[in-house]
């Protein structure tokens, strides 16, 4: 297993932590996620169809999506919409655009 | 370590089987992302910002997209030829554009 | 010129009218991207190489992209701020996400 | 009605000319394209609700990738194709990639 480095962590903090059900649930889609990468590891030592492979590497993207977009969604609820409730919405909102777009990419 | 079923033997194979300097690489990319998508865990676990976590899986899906294009190339580059050259390229074609597709989304 | 049929009015109204500095930029951009479009035309009229047709479309994606974001973020400054400071931002943060994803197709 | 200049004309040619059905297929879809980038002009004039305009520029970007993966299927059945039967694939593919690649952003 390779060890990879983690960003620097920012220090920021979601407004509402997330409950031990939210992270469970997460935890569990990235999980299999993790899966599907070792899954495609095994079809190219066995040597499948580059096609075969490609479905899956699709698949993987579109799963990430999801949690992404759920993420994406939580965030909305209480990060973005505490910081306008306190009138420092133009910030997060700009934030939250910015890692859309990259999204969408 | 969740066990992920891999799809079906479509029994097909790359025309030219992958070096093993070629898997290498692809195999070596892909256990870097196998650990990026580790790295999310943790940080989930971590209750780490969300727009960071966001940051992370859009830096994966960049890579999988990487690592799907050049496989694509391979692919492009034997199977396809290899059934141009052949006079059989129209069922080929049409498996590439629907892949592309797929990976477009 | 297609007349093309508008999708029904849904009533709703961005909660702040835009100004018409406002509209004038976003007409502005949609006119050139409409010029693109009949420079397309013009492309396959001439029998263009489908590479360079294929580039433009892909430029044209991204100026609509482009706008489409920058009224994303307008929506979410004021119709979705708006909905939230009333208490009643989880209709609008759905809508907002349902319309995200959409777009990151 | 903006006069926009088409890039420069490379000078390359599809290597089997487009046939007037062909040309009258994309052009007619190119059309449409056209019709609905004014509708969204239109919307906003009319200062239509944000998230309504969004929807159809998801629309129009979905109907410009289908244009475009139709191109590019006629370009790789002949030019690529060509060029592969002439051994000199590797550079039509390069090209072929580097598009696909831009597309899918």
Redesign the interface.
């Known amino acids: 297993?390779?060890?990879?480095?983690?960003?620097e962590?920012?220090g920021?903090?979601?407004v509402q932590?997330?409950t031990s059900d939210e992270?469970e649930q997460?935890?569990n889609r990235?999980?299999?996620?993790?899966?599907?990468?070792?899954?495609?590891?095994?079809?190219?030592?066995e040597?499948?169809?580059?096609?075969?492979?490609?479905?899956?590497?699709?698949a993987?993207?579109?799963a990430?999506?999801k949690?992404?977009?759920s993420?994406?969604?939580?965030?909305?609820?209480h990060?973005v919409?505490d910081a306008?409730?306190k009138g420092e919405?133009?910030e997060a909102?700009?934030?939250?655009?910015k890692?859309?777009?990259?999204?969408?990419?």
């Open positions: 297993m390779e060890d990879y480095e983690l960003p962590d920012s920021k903090k979601p932590p997330r992270k997460v935890l990235l999980k299999r996620i993790e899966g599907q990468v070792r899954g495609i590891q095994k079809m190219i030592e040597d499948r169809y580059c096609v075969d492979v490609l479905v899956q590497i699709s993987i993207n579109a990430l999506k949690v992404g977009f993420l994406m969604e939580r965030h909305t609820n990060c919409a306008i409730q919405g133009e909102i700009n934030e939250l655009m890692v859309m777009q990259q999204f969408s990419k």
